[in-house]
């Protein structure tokens, strides 16, 4: 038996170049790509059906999202019950997400069973009926979750933070209410599922161990034209109001500094930030490694500042988000109620330290090796490759950002980084909110 020497560090290898599974792409008959990630040794795959049917496409409050969670609710042949017990009969796993620009329907199973489950992932996909009793339980539980949510500075931040920033009528920035919960009803849910569940927004990626005989199946369920079109008919005033959501204009707000009162708050919660870009932008890469010094990452300098060294906070953390039609810049952090101040004081020194000092070699060269690694870890396997992919697809870009990405890191200098401090990090142009007392 080797013993490894624990004195001594193992050999460092530098990141040159990422090898990745590219995906393919085939057509179901009905023009649905299908992109396929074919890389697994265990017998397990997974699908994804993508829809454009995000938050963005919403004309009403809570529209998407609860369409989205009420997919496996029941359709016109089977109950909530009878999907789940199919599901769970053959080991597979079913599970819906939504995001602001896509929502997806999610497949993992054994490839010998696709051929049993793949019908009532059928059924959900193109005859979901929003059972009114499911409905009634599902607002019921979202409505005392958000009085709950509405108790906590630090959920109240984030939605207001989101108002403020992109404007409180755009699709990004829309702020859900108690009396959303009352008015949300079947009607809209058909109507935004019947539009957006289709097979012309629909895209399908496949990972794992993929097997030949998948995309016939695919085809045969998903192929035809009983699902190209929407069976519902939208008015003339609906089609506008879709429309507009893409017209919307983003509207921050004039006001720098703002803040939401709680008399019995023992915290405040603060969220600092801006309006940017999204990942087609020449500098999101190169932002990304200056975010994760200031913020990104367990060691970065708000850390090591407002953490470790004056103790006002046990986390706090900034980041970039990427959006099919913006992006933005935030900070965010609970602190106690004396020291509000204080942290906020402490963020805007980090900030204009970046764009006064070089980054030292040492500190470049830490976080260089950080990202490196987090991304080799991000790639590990399909599944996380056919994620990647996504990442891509959706912005129209290709598999060369990935390259660029580790190309930017390895070679971005420490007057390049501050450089982008000055042109983006201006304490002038961030929206300030604070959620307790100042």
């Known amino acids: 038996m ?22 393919g792409v085939q057509h179901l008959k009905n023009k649905i790509p299908v992109y396929t990630v074919n890389g697994g040794t265990q017998d397990i795959v997974k699908v994804e059906f993508l829809f454009d049917a995000g938050i963005f496409k919403q004309i009403v409050p809570l529209q998407a999202v609860t369409v989205n969670a009420l997919l496996e609710e029941g ?38 069973h696709l051929k049993e489950v793949l019908p009532v992932v059928e059924q959900i996909i193109k005859d979901s009926a929003f059972p009114q009793h499911e409905l009634d339980i599902h607002l019921k539980n979202k409505k005392q979750q958000f009085h709950v949510n509405n108790q906590k500075v630090a959920n109240v931040a984030r939605k207001h933070f989101s108002e403020l920033i992109f404007g409180e009528k755009h699709p990004y920035g829309i702020n859900v209410k108690e009396s959303d919960f009352d008015n949300i009803n079947r009607n809209y849910l058909n109507e935004f599922y019947h539009q957006f569940y289709r097979a012309n927004s629909c895209k399908i ?22 699902w190209s079109e929407s069976s519902t008919k939208l008015s003339d005033a609906d089609k506008q109001k879709y429309l507009n959501n893409v017209l919307l204009p983003i509207s921050t707000s004039p006001q720098r500094e703002h803040i939401i009162t709680r008399d019995d708050a023992m915290q405040s919660a603060i969220r600092i930030g801006k309006i940017l870009f999204n990942k087609t932008h020449p500098d999101f890469q190169t932002l990304q490694i200056l975010n994760t010094i200031f913020g990104g990452y367990f060691g970065s300098r708000l850390m090591s500042n407002i953490r470790e060294d004056k103790g006002y906070t046990y986390g706090i953390g900034s980041g970039i988000v990427s959006l099919k039609n913006s992006g933005y810049f935030f900070i965010s952090t609970e602190v106690g109620v004396e020291v509000c101040k204080s942290a906020i004081d402490e963020i805007y020194f980090e900030m204009q330290r970046l ?47 990935y390259d660029k990405y580790v190309a930017t890191i390895r070679s971005v200098s420490a007057s390049q980084l501050r450089d982008l401090a000055n042109l983006y990090f201006d304490k002038q142009s961030m929206t300030e909110l604070v959620v307790g007392k100042k």
Not at 84 to 112: C, H, M, P, W
Not at 373 to 398: C, H, Q, T, W
């Open 2 to 23: 080797i013993l490894l020497n624990r004195e001594q560090a193992p050999e460092f290898a530098i990141v040159d170049k990422v090898e990745m599974i590219k995906a």
């Open 75 to 112: 359709t016109s042949q089977l109950t909530a019950a009878q999907i789940a017990d199919r599901i769970d009969f053959y080991g597979a796993f079913l599970e819906t997400n939504i995001g602001q620009d896509n929502a997806s329907v999610v497949l993992y199973t054994l490839n010998k």
């Open 205 to 226: 990626i496949l990972s794992g161990k993929v097997e030949e005989t998948i995309f016939p199946l695919l085809d045969e369920h998903f192929g035809g034209n009983d």
């Open 355 to 401: 764009r006064e000092e070089l980054i030292s070699d040492e500190e470049l060269s830490l976080v260089k090796n950080y990202l490196l690694g987090g991304f080799l870890r991000s790639i590990d396997g399909p599944f996380a490759m056919a994620d990647r992919f996504k990442g891509v697809m959706e912005y129209g870009l290709n598999y060369d950002y």
